[in-house]
Nanobody, 127 residues
Framework: QVQLVESGGGSVETGGSLRLSCVASGYTYRRNSMAWFRQAPGKEREGVAAVFGTAGTSTYYADSVKGRFTISQDSAKNTVYLQMNGLRPEDTAMYYC???????????????????WGQGTQVTVSS
């Protein structure tokens, strides 16, 4: 059974940093994409960052986080990370990890590409 477990959320002030982790179990990384999404109250879920390609060497970021967030993965640990620096109040949301398993066609930041989701971890940024 595939499971994704996120951790690392919390409350910080503007300009602060957090590192989110997502541990995947129940399958082994191959060429699956992994991504982070977020959803604020009353808003649609949006893609934040994705890691994909052979050995997870390719990444893609939403314009809103480019230059501030970094996605990475440790295949040996089946873990994907999201380092978030320069946090802003508009980054406040529930953050979800998603696994593209089995692989599906589609854009790496489209929620429809991903079959498995974690339970989410809350990030709150105060001004």
């Amino acid at each position: 059974q595939v499971q994704l477990v996120e951790s690392g959320g919390g409350s910080v002030e503007t300009g602060g940093s957090l590192r989110l982790s997502c541990v995947a179990s129940g399958y082994t990384y191959r060429r699956n994409s992994m991504a982070w999404f977020r959803q604020a109250p009353g808003k649609e879920r949006e893609g934040v960052a994705a890691v994909f390609g052979t050995a997870g060497t390719s990444t893609y970021y939403a314009d809103s986080v480019k230059g501030r967030f970094t996605i990475s993965q440790d295949s040996a640990k089946n873990t994907v990370y999201l380092q978030m620096n320069g946090l802003r109040p508009e980054d406040t949301a529930m953050y979800y990890c998603a696994a593209d398993y089995p692989p599906k066609a589609g854009w790496v930041l489209s929620p429809s590409k991903y079959n498995y989701w974690g339970q989410g971890t809350q990030v709150t940024v105060s001004s």
